[in-house]
């Protein structure tokens, strides 16, 4: 079964940082872009970040560039997010998606449960 | 603000016929680019429904389908259910933009 889990997530000050983990099996890793998509309380979807299948492109929405890093250890099937310099409006669940083609960077049919960070003092 | 416009919510009785429309512009979907959608039931992670801008995956009822014309989709729901009752997302890819990877802010589907 193809499965995507999360962890990492908690409560964090303004400023601080935080990495998030998602352990990805099921599926050949290596062979897919994997990304980070984020929900607000009470709000929409907002993709963050994403990571091409060998690690060496990256890409980040404006909201997020310069302050995360994607990254991925495939050897190990994992998915990174180091979170730094956090703000209050970064408060959100955090999903890592898969994609549904190995050519595609989006059309995520394969979602993680979620992991919420929380920033606040 | 997001890059894809929904209308924030729509409403059929079970048994009707409901869409849900997905505006653009000519750097994500009038640049031809695929639209896919997703639902989202209250407290879980998005499902996949529509990839392609009209495939379904396998597992999803026929009674989803997707359209795509220009700068805007639409999601259409036949003979609603009680269990559709949940939040819907499209989402496509945006040249102009760093993001890339775009979403509209979401329609609210309450089954009456």
């Known amino acids: 079964e193809v499965q995507l889990l999360e962890s990492g997530g908690g409560l964090v000050q303004p400023g601080g940082s935080l990495r998030l983990s998602c352990a990805a099996s099921?599926?050949?890793?290596?062979?897919?872009?994997m990304s980070w998509v984020r929900q607000a309380p009470g709000k929409g979807l907002e993709w963050v970040s994403a990571?091409?299948?060998?690690?060496?492109?990256?890409y980040y929405a404006d909201s997020v560039k310069g302050r995360f890093t994607i990254s991925r250890d495939n050897s190990k099937n994992t998915l990174f997010l180091q979170m730094n310099s956090l703000r209050a409006e970064d408060t959100a669940v955090y999903y890592c998606?898969?994609?549904?083609?190995?050519?595609?960077?989006?059309?995520?049919?394969?979602w993680g449960q979620g992991t919420m960070v929380t920033v606040s003092s | 603000q997001s890059v894809l416009t929904q209308p924030p919510s729509v409403s059929g009785a079970p048994g009707q016929r409901v869409t849900i429309s997905c505006t653009g512009s000519?750097?994500?979907?009038?640049?031809?680019?695929?639209v896919h959608w997703y639902q989202q039931l209250p407290g879980a992670a998005p499902k996949f429904l529509i990839y392609?801008?009209?495939n379904r995956p396998s597992g999803v009822p026929d009674r989803f389908s997707g359209s795509k014309s220009g700068t805007s989709a639409s999601l259409a729901i036949t003979g609603l259910q009680a269990e559709d009752e949940a939040d819907y997302y499209c989402?496509?890819?945006?040249?102009?933009?760093?993001?890339?990877?775009?979403f509209g802010g979401g329609t609210k589907l309450t089954v009456l």
């Open positions: 998606a898969k994609p549904f083609l190995m050519a595609s960077l989006d059309a995520f049919d394969i």
């Open positions: 099921g599926f050949t890793f290596s062979s897919y872009a």
């Open positions: 990571v091409s299948g060998s690690g060496g492109s990256t």
């Open positions: 000519s750097s994500n979907i009038g640049a031809g680019f695929d």
């Open positions: 392609g801008s009209t």
């Open positions: 989402q496509s890819y945006d040249s102009s933009l760093s993001a890339h990877v775009v």
